[in-house]
Structure formats: structure tokens, C-alpha cells
């Protein structure tokens, strides 16, 4: 056992595959937290997605073996936060396999890491396997037990295979047989869920006892049931998890499959808690200068207050890193979930008493602080948009829970039609209603609040159904050179000021542009002459405008951009503006609006206004010259 730094965990973790002299690993970045190219899903929630394009056989450009710590978010573990292991924001040590080293290897490398790289105790680690489907003809994984059985052999220790623990606890077992809802991996969870076509495999997970003082304390609620790897009392914490895709789902069953993977995910603020021998994440070095800092502020100790400390730890962090990669909060997906944690924090902040205006944007620098320098943050560049875009959202939720707060102090009964007035009128979110009447012993009804919040949304579709398509009030020629001129805008923006800007929506008559955009802070002069500028020299260049037919993922895959991409079809149109098509290029979007076939056609602009449409947006508009 022995204690490291989260950098020098990390850093052994990629050197040791990047070492390995059968087969080396190129070390890849962390890809973004918004994710690029998928519109399926708002946040990256795990070290697979970004490498699914290659675990379904495509070829990596730095070859079949891969190593990585990559960022994630998981806005469904939200609810989770207060227990020893759970957080929203964690990163997943991840190493892979395209068609190259497979289960003997991933095994014994992952097994002689952890005991021998980063020392932890062999008699501490527990190891489950997939059970087997008869029904599927897909067999138990003998092979990856026995594989476990000589790991854990070579280091002295007798490792007995048993199965149903779920059923019969741990019955003196090293090794344990669980079902598909445990042990086995695809997008869509249990083998039987399997589209044809989709890949998918058993895995062999591994886990950590901190000991079973955590589970036989008097005030534990598991302390009489069967004790078993996968319970959620804390003594066992899944550590790693070892995907062996296998398979593939055809029209016949499964087909083992030609080019077999390996996907491995560790959780790093678990395995950073296990080094140290500290059963609780939040008590590691991830954390704990936060939660310090919120002991000083509110003079209440962690052990007396660990829910509500565990929660603004998580939330400010998982914060931090969303504004980072260009998240701002909103009312609608990835900034909503950037507001809700921001405002939870903030309201937990309140209910210990804490100055949380103050507090809670000074404790994102304690979060730069510690990863500066780690997946692209540096804390003197960005500490101040950070600082400004939480203290603007908690300063405006501090006029919002005072007007909440009053609402609620004197309703004898928050029903669900009051829960849903504070989330229209003041952004209240169900949870945090939620959580403050409970302070008073209120229950609200759910079904209401989801009835009115229904009538809600579709009264705000039929008030939207005669907007103009693409936002176009005609198709002349003015408004055409106007609309070619938003693709220039944008680039231009993303080049300037980075690209965490975002189109939020554009209107377009034949006398101006108006054009919204995401950005924490109003355009300086420097910032809108450079914008300008830029625009007026891709018009003078005379560039070609270029229209391309493709499927939807052929399109995001060739880099064209699209932050609506829900409206698209399974064919979308790319306008391309550049010289080639393929590489050299300044502007790729989706788009079904009219455009100029070239630049020149455009003639120079200007910019005549920019000024806040809303929180976290930008309004800028735009003239003909």
C-alpha cells in the first residue's frame, strides 16, 4: 500500500502501458465532455465513447493499442453523490485493445499494475466473472476465472470460484459468477437487449475491500444481510472493469467476432482512495481541499455534515470542468444540468449557513489549482471566465431562492402546481423545491407538477410552429449573401474566441443579420475588429461555397458541425466554404438555407451591435457594408 498523488497516479498508470515493451500503448488526450460527434447523448459519459468508432473497426490513427485518462460527466449519478465512491464528474483510466493483445494479457497487466506498480494488498482484491447464457448459447467465462485462478496463485493466495453471491454472499470466494446485469457489456446493456449488428462481451470487474467495518457498523442498514461484492453497503468498491468484446448479434444469435477487444475502464478518484486506504473518495486529495475550505466557511466538521459537503465538493468540481470545456449554464440541456449543479451546490451552501455568492465561485480556483496543467486546464488563463461565469449564475439563484424561500415559508402545502409556478417563474428545479420542503415535512406531488409541466410544453410548441425555417424571413438575394455570411460569423467566433461557441439561433432579413452565440462575457473592441476582419478576408479570398449530400454520421465524421442536430435528418446537406472540400477549409455546417457560390459574392461587413440576449449568450448583429 502506498500513497500517491492523483498526477502521479495518473502519470504511472499511462507510463506503465506506454512502457510495455509487447505492446506499446500511445498515450491519447482526453476528448471533451461534450461530446463531438455524438448527438445521441449530451455529456461523454465514459472512457468507451469516444473510442466506439474503432471498438467497431475502424483503424486509430496511433495504432490498435491505446492508453488514456479521459474526462467524464454522468448527470444520472446526480442523486448518487452522498455515499463513499459515487461523484458526477470522475475520470476513467482506460486502456484498449483493437485486435491485438486480448483476456490473458489484460488480465495479468491490470492485476500486476495494481500490486505491483501502485502496491495495493492482493488479498484485498476481489474479482467477478459473466455467469454465462445457456438460452444464447454464450458460455460462462471459465477461461477468465482460470486466468484469475494463476494471478492470484503466483501471489500466494487460494482464490475459490463460487457463484449466486447475490444470493449466498461471499462463501469464503475470491472469484464470483454474476449474471448479464453484472458481467456483461454493450451499448444497450444485457445481451438480449441486442440490436443486430451491435458488438458487445463479457467482463471481469474488479474490486477493493475496505473492510467490513463498513458494512457491521450499528448503523449500517446492510449489516444483516448476505455480504457480496456487488451490494452497495461501501466495504467493496468496484474499481476496474475488463470488457472482452466477443460478440456480435446476427440474425442467427451471436457470432463471435473476427477483430475481438479489449475495453478497460478504471476509476481513478476510487483507485486514488484505494492507494491510500481511504474507503471514502471524498476524503482524497480530489476533494478534500474543497471540503476543507468548507469547514472553515461554514464551522461545521465533514463527519456531522458529509451529505451535503459530498455534494457541493462533487458539484463545484463537475462545474469547473463543464465550464471549462465550454458548457454555460442554461434552461436547456448541457447548461441546464451545468445550472442545476451549480444551484444545488449554492442551496446546500445556504442550508450550512455558507455566504455561498462568496463561496462557492472562489472554490473553483481550488479546482484549477489542482488540475493545472491535467487535460488542458490551465488555471491563470481560465480561473477568471470560470470565476465569472459561476458568480453571475450564483448571484442570480441568490435572488431566485430568496423569492422561492418566501413562496414556500408561507404555503401550507407545496403541491405539485406551486412546484411547477417556482420552476417557471423563478427556475426552480423539482429537486431543489423538493429538497427544501422536506425540511418541513412536506411530500409534493410528482404527478402534478409533471401534468402541468406537459401543458407547458405544449403550449410553447404551438406558439413556435410559424417561425420562419432556418430563420430566413425570405430567400432574396440579400438575405442569402446574410445567411452564407452566419457560417463566416461563426468560424470567425470559434477562431477568436474559442471553441466553446456555439450557434444558439440566427434571424435574417434583407436589411441585417442578427446572430446569437454562446460566450460568458460582452466582446471587446480588440475582439470584435479581429472578428470583423477576419470575416472581410475570407470574402476577399473569393472561396468557394460547396454543397455536399451525406449521411449524418459520414457528415459528423468528416468534421462538419451542428449543435441542432436533433432536427436533422438521416441525410443531411454540408455547406463547405474553402478551398477543398476535404481538408482546406475555414467553415463546415449543416445546413438546408440558401447560400452564394462564392465568398467575393458576399462583399465586406460589419459589425454594428453586440450586445446580451440571456445568460451565457451573446447577440451580435451584422450589416452589409
Avoid at 90 to 102: A, H, I, P, R, V
Avoid at 147 to 176: C, M, S, T
Avoid at 190 to 215: I, K, Y
Avoid at 555 to 579: Q, R
Amino acid at each position: 500500500m502506498s500513497t500517491l498523488t492523483p498526477n502521479q497516479l495518473r502519470q504511472k498508470y499511462l507510463d506503465f502501458f506506454a512502457q510495455k515493451v509487447s505492446s506499446r500503448h500511445a498515450i491519447v488526450p482526453s476528448s471533451s465532455l461534450v461530446p463531438e460527434n455524438d448527438p445521441t447523448t449530451l455529456f461523454t459519459g465514459s472512457g468507451m465513447q469516444p473510442m466506439m468508432p474503432y471498438l467497431l473497426g475502424a483503424a486509430h490513427p496511433k495504432g490498435a493499442c491505446l492508453v488514456d485518462s479521459q474526462k467524464c460527466f454522468r448527470s444520472q449519478d446526480i442523486e448518487e453523490v452522498g455515499d463513499n465512491r459515487h461523484t458526477t464528474f470522475f475520470e476513467m483510466l482506460g486502456n484498449w485493445s483493437l485486435g491485438d493483445y486480448f483476456k490473458k494479457e489484460q488480465l495479468k497487466w491490470f492485476f500486476q499494475f495494481l500490486t505491483e506498480e501502485i502496491h495495493l494488498d492482493p488479498k484485498r482484491i476481489y474479482v467477478t466473472v459473466f455467469r454465462g447464457l445457456s438460452d444464447l448459447n454464450i458460455p460462462r467465462d471459465e477461461e477468465a476465472a482460470q486466468i484469475w485462478v494463476k494471478l492470484f496463485a503466483e501471489k500466494g493466495i487460494d482464490a475459490p470460484i463460487v457463484d449466486f453471491p447475490e444470493k449466498n454472499g461471499l462463501q469464503n470466494g475470491r472469484i464470483f459468477y454474476y449474471d448479464e446485469k453484472k458481467n456483461w457489456w454493450s451499448r444497450v446493456g444485457a445481451p438480449q437487449n441486442m440490436p443486430e449488428g451491435e458488438p458487445g462481451g463479457p467482463d471481469s470487474e474488479v474490486f477493493f475491500d475496505f473492510g467490513a467495518e463498513l458494512r457491521l457498523h450499528e448503523e449500517s442498514i446492510f449489516k444483516d444481510e448476505p455480504c457480496h461484492v456487488n451490494c452497495d453497503c461501501g466495504r467493496f468498491v468496484e474499481i476496474g472493469n475488463n470488457v472482452f468484446m466477443t460478440y456480435v448479434r446476427t440474425a442467427a444469435g451471436f457470432e463471435v467476432l473476427k477483430q475481438k477487444n479489449i475495453d478497460f475502464g478504471g476509476g481513478f478518484e476510487r483507485i486514488l482512495a484505494a492507494t491510500s486506504d481511504q474507503a471514502d473518495v471524498f476524503e482524497t486529495a480530489l476533494f478534500w481541499p474543497i471540503i476543507s475550505d468548507l469547514e472553515k466557511s461554514s464551522g461545521k466538521k465533514y463527519e456531522k455534515n458529509m451529505h451535503s459537503m459530498q455534494v457541493i465538493a462533487d458539484h463545484i468540481r463537475a462545474a469547473t470542468f463543464l465550464i471549462v470545456d465550454g458548457v454555460l449554464p442554461s434552461n436547456k440541456g448541457q447548461g441546464y444540468v451545468l445550472r442545476r449543479l451549480l444551484r444545488r451546490a449554492a442551496l446546500k451552501s445556504h442550508l450550512l449557513g455558507v455566504d455561498f455568492v462568496t463561496f462557492i465561485p472562489e472554490l473553483t480556483a481550488v479546482v484549477l489549482d489542482m488540475y493545472d496543467g491535467i487535460h488542458n486546464i490551465l488555471k491563470n488563463d481560465q480561473q477568471g471566465q470560470v470565476f465569472t461565469v459561476v458568480e453571475d449564475e450564483v448571484k442570480r439563484f441568490q435572488k431566485t431562492l430568496a423569492a422561492g424561500l418566501k413562496i414556500v415559508e408561507h404555503s401550507q402545502n407545496v403541491d405539485g402546481k406551486i412546484a411547477f409556478d417556482l420552476y417557471q417563474t423563478y427556475g426552480f428545479p423539482l429537486e431543489l423545491t423538493t429538497e427544501i420542503v422536506q425540511q418541513k415535512g412536506i411530500e409534493i406531488d410528482i404527478e402534478t407538477f409533471h401534468k402541468e409541466f406537459q401543458k407547458h410544453k405544449d403550449l410553447s410548441r404551438s406558439a413556435s410552429a410559424g417561425v420562419f425555417k432556418g430563420g430566413l424571413a425570405d430567400h432574396s438575394v440579400k438575405t442569402t449573401k446574410y445567411h452564407t455570411a452566419t457560417h463566416l460569423l461563426h468560424a470567425a467566433l470559434r477562431q477568436i474566441l474559442g471553441t466553446h461557441v456555439q450557434q444558439k439561433g440566427s434571424n435574417i432579413t434583407g436589411e441585417r443579420m442578427r446572430f446569437d452565440f454562446t460566450h460568458h462575457a460582452a466582446l471587446t473592441d480588440e475582439e470584435k475588429t479581429k472578428v470583423e476582419h477576419q470575416i472581410n478576408d475570407w470574402i476577399a479570398a473569393k472561396l468557394p461555397v460547396t454543397m455536399q449530400k451525406l449521411k449524418k454520421e459520414d457528415a459528423l465524421n468528416s468534421g462538419a458541425i451542428a449543435f441542432f442536430i436533433e432536427k436533422y435528418p438521416d441525410e443531411v446537406t454540408v455547406y463547405t466554404i474553402g478551398k477543398d472540400a476535404q481538408k482546406d477549409w475555414v467553415s463546415k455546417e449543416f445546413c438546408g438555407g440558401p447560400h452564394v457560390q462564392n465568398t467575393g459574392e458576399i462583399g465586406p461587413i460589419k459589425i454594428t451591435k453586440e450586445q446580451s440576449a440571456s445568460a451565457g449568450i451573446r447577440r451580435i448583429y451584422v450589416e452589409l457594408a
